[in-house]
């Protein structure tokens, strides 16, 4: 008998030793990793302990049913997004390892989704789900639906992973999905800051009750929908229960169905990412899209350069992206928050204004290439500079954005102009710091870890950022001094003078920080190329 003739109940125990035997056999592989496994296993247990204790204590309060369904729309979407950043956290994801073996889609689902319920994800997310039902369930009836929902739900947000994973398996085994992974924590920290938001507004707002509308709408949404059914039957809505569990059952019909679809087309049709690949490629090589728009010579080159580093390269992304959403988010949350000003605008500005230090690190190893290019300080001041320049094309338009939209949010249009000004200021200190340090204070950046600096490096970055951001505040002395003495003397109508003044003197002072880094970064070549090949 051939495995494709075998039944799912004849390959569910297959496939679930096969996952113990993943998790098993990849413990082995040193002792750390048991360590880190065993350890984060019994926090997150300890945590949904905890977690389960709480909910049980909300049973009876006037909120339970609306703090009980928005948890499980948090997990839904937790399990949603967790395939996408994580991929390489469960090897059974990939459901293209399974292509070769004579296996069909539909008895694979039920194999797999019994081995997805292995493992502490599972398990966390069914004690949450689990303290739900008691915090809601009232009376023998409620209880008898809780029995139903409880893995409905489970089986809910399992499904609803699998089939984000299946249909973006090709993506999580690419470049891109290596971006997404190197992106996690960015995603995280912006969704802790979006959580903190949340919760300052509701203390504000006097409560839970604030968000019964949301939870009104969320109940009827899988898998809230199976703890919302649990919540009606509580309340006596018998019928309502009974399409919130249909809903539910819906949606898991639905997901089986798209999951069983995205095996299939893995199955049967090849890979055509290196088609797309070479169709980038020959875009590329006729000259089309951003080249055309840069100038010509060495500066169009090496911005371009700069740029698709900025875009391919993970960490480089990283740091960018990183860069954008949090130089974004300090000064709009705390305008929202009626506890900002529009002087924070220029944290914008310092967060990018970052990303040209170590531009030589950035390189990695192929700074050999570049090292090839330079025979002279002229030829390392047009490096530099069209590396400073490409980090304009973004910087620019980007503090314009966050100085405009902070001084909305909080009505200081008569500020704009000073402070748009300082920011232009501060740009072009840090351009020129972060040009004499990438010429002096050069270190690697590993490209196999997580890890931002190579060891033994960890100094050198140090000295690097803090002494540039402290000589760049140095540098601002001058305009912040001038903008303070205007304020103190009551010329308030001459400050519209600060923005072109500041963008003067921002353009002075990265043009000289730039006259001083380039016969430092002509004459070190070779120290620069061992120190950004270290690691």
């Known amino acids: 008998m051939t495995v494709s003739s075998q039944s799912a109940s004849a390959l569910t125990p297959v496939f679930v030793r096969l996952k113990l035997s993943l998790l098993k056999n990849g413990l082995r592989r040193s002792g750390g990793r048991k360590a880190a496994y065993i350890t984060s296993a019994v926090l997150a247990l300890l945590f949904a302990a905890l977690q389960l204790l709480g909910l049980i204590a909300l049973r009876g309060t006037a909120h339970a049913g609306t703090l009980t369904v928005l948890l499980l729309a948090l997990l839904a979407i937790g399990w949603t997004v967790m395939p996408l950043f994580f991929p390489s956290g469960d090897e059974t994801l990939d459901p293209t390892r399974l292509v070769m073996l004579p296996l069909r889609p539909q008895p694979l689902i039920g194999a797999l989704l019994a081995a997805s319920l292995v493992g502490i994800g599972p398990l966390f997310t069914l004690c949450l789900i689990l303290g739900s039902a008691i915090a809601v369930a009232q009376g023998t009836g409620a209880a008898l639906a809780a029995v139903l929902a409880v893995p409905l739900a489970l089986l809910v947000c399992v499904a609803l992973a699998r089939a984000v994973a299946a249909a973006n398996t090709r993506l999580l085994t690419s470049r891109k999905g290596r971006d997404l992974a190197v992106l ?20 504000k707002s006097g409560g839970l009750s604030a968000l019964d509308p949301v939870a009104d709408v969320v109940r009827w949404l899988p898998p809230a929908s199976a703890i919302g059914a649990v919540d009606s039957v509580s309340e006596g ?50 000259g089309k899209g951003l080249a055309s728009l840069l100038p010509g010579g060495r500066t169009g080159t090496v911005m371009l350069r700069t740029l698709r580093y900025a875009w391919r390269d993970p960490k480089t ?52 290439m570049v090292l090839l290019s330079i025979s002279s300080t002229r030829d390392a001041y047009l490096e530099l500079r069209a590396r400073a320049l490409a980090l304009l094309l973004v910087t620019l338009p980007y503090t314009l954005l966050v100085t405009v939209l902070t001084a909305g949010l909080l009505g200081g249009w008569t500020k704009l102009p000073e402070v748009i000004g300082l920011a232009l200021a501060l740009l072009g200190a840090m351009l020129a710091t972060g040009s004499v340090a990438s010429a002096t204070l050069a270190y690697s950046i590993p490209q196999d870890s997580r890890k931002n600096v190579a060891p033994g490096q960890g100094g050198i970055a ?44 921002g353009a002075l002072i990265c043009w000289a920080g730039l006259k001083v880094a380039a016969p430092r970064a002509a004459d070190r070549l070779p120290e620069i190329l061992s120190a950004v090949s270290t690691g």
């Open 462 to 505: 140090f000295l690097s950022i803090l002494g540039g951001m402290v000589a760049s505040a140095v540098l601002c002395a001058p305009m912040i001094a001038l903008a303070i003495w205007m304020h103190v003397s009551g010329r308030h109508g001459a400050l519209w003078l600060l923005l072109p003044l500041g963008a003067v003197y």
């Open 184 to 203: 996690s924590g960015l995603v995280i920290a912006v969704g802790i800051q979006f959580v903190n938001f949340g919760a300052q507004r509701l203390g």
């Open 317 to 368: 992304k990283a740091a960018w992206i990183t860069s954008l959403a949090i130089g974004l988010i300090v000064p709009v949350f705390n305008a929202l928050q009626g506890s900002g000003t529009v002087y924070f605008a220029c944290f914008a500005t310092g967060m990018l204004g970052m990303q040209m230090y170590n531009q030589f690190g950035q390189d990695t190893s192929a700074f050999w």
């Open 237 to 286: 809505s018998y019928g309502r229960a009974a399409l919130q569990l249909l809903v539910s059952v819906g949606a898991l019909g639905l997901l089986l169905y798209a999951w069983q679809r995205s095996l299939v087309k893995l199955m049967t049709t090849p890979d055509g990412s290196t088609l797309a690949a070479s169709d980038a490629s020959r875009k590329e090589s006729t």
